[in-house]
């Protein structure tokens, strides 16, 4: 896990970036984390694992579900299969890239007399020929949402995330998904949580956590998709990542702060720190806006860099 405090500067906003290498260290440490601190007693007892929460009805209590953040989810799957089915049935433009290959032609830049005395087109020039991509494609994927978002909906998002992969992955591209939380006013120096309930969103620096969910070059695992995509998992292992980690002397407010879509100027700080590659974030309200039309949105934007 690396935490990095970082400034945004156009925004003029301080945000903590809290980056885990997979969904199981974020598991494993958060909860060792958790149990060795003073949220503990908070989280056995808080409603943060009951079915209207989570959105699911067989996790009884704190033990049992952090066993089922490790477990693969057979409704999840079930959920995640069925928007896959719908998913595939929408027509997707498959992205190429272009390059320069030489050519002979009648114009050009180069004139060749031996090829003009045999009859050839005499002159050498360069056209725009399409082939298959090969570039790296880092695809950041809101997860989670405001309260009323449901399970089923933050799913969705997933499956439509996956779908998307796949497209690129058959033309050529290296995929690389990585689920992310943006968070606005989630913690304040020396402040109380009251005052940042009173404070609203310029009251406190933001947080932006981030789960690796499939390697670039290696194939999509559907379980740890569908758990990192999931409600319980969002509300519990994300949600509760800055309770325990926060600096020491923050105050992480009671409301969780306002998950947000990730501001164009973070964007840019993530794209700058990933040269070589080509970075895109799929986002939206989950609980009204449509994941299918958030993937198409991020392939037109493949295109359109393609034809650039």
């Not at 079930?78 to 114009?107: N, Y």
Request: aromatic share 10%; net charge positive.
């Amino acid at each position: 896990m690396l935490m990095t405090t970082m400034k945004d500067e156009q925004r003029k906003r301080t945000f903590h970036k809290i980056e885990w290498s997979g969904v199981q260290e974020a598991i494993t440490q958060l909860r060792k984390r958790l149990e060795e601190g003073p949220a503990f007693r908070y989280m056995r007892e808080s409603y943060l694992w009951q079915k209207h929460w989570i959105g699911r009805d067989d996790i009884k209590g704190y033990d049992a579900l952090w066993s089922a953040c490790s477990s693969p989810w057979k409704e999840g799957m079930d959920l995640m299969a069925a928007a896959q089915a719908e998913i595939a049935k929408e027509r997707m433009p498959t992205p190429h890239s272009f390059v320069r290959k030489q050519v002979w032609a009648e114009q050009g830049d180069h004139y060749d007399l031996d090829r003009h005395r045999a009859g050839a087109e005499p002159w050498r020039t360069t056209q725009r020929t399409k082939r298959p991509a090969k570039q790296v494609v880092t695809l950041y994927c809101k997860t989670g949402g405001h309260c009323s978002t449901t399970g089923p909906q933050l799913v969705r998002a997933g499956a439509a995330a996956v779908a998307l992969s796949n497209v690129l992955e058959a033309a050529g591209y290296v995929v690389e998904i990585v689920n992310f939380m943006y968070a606005e006013c989630f913690l304040a120096m020396g402040r109380p949580p009251a005052y940042l309930a009173r404070g609203g969103r310029d009251s406190g620096d933001d947080v932006l956590t981030i789960h690796p969910v499939k390697e670039a070059g290696k194939p999509v695992t559907l379980p740890v998709v569908v758990n990192a995509s999931s409600a319980w998992f969002y509300r519990t292992v994300v949600m509760m990542g800055p309770h325990v980690l926060n600096p020491q002397g923050w105050h992480v407010s009671e409301h969780y702060g306002f998950p947000v879509n990730m501001p164009e100027s973070v964007l840019a700080t993530l794209r700058a720190a990933s040269p070589g590659k080509q970075v895109y974030v799929m986002q939206g309200d989950w609980s009204r806006d449509c994941p299918m039309a958030a993937a198409k949105g991020v392939l037109a934007s493949v295109l359109r860099q393609e034809r650039e």
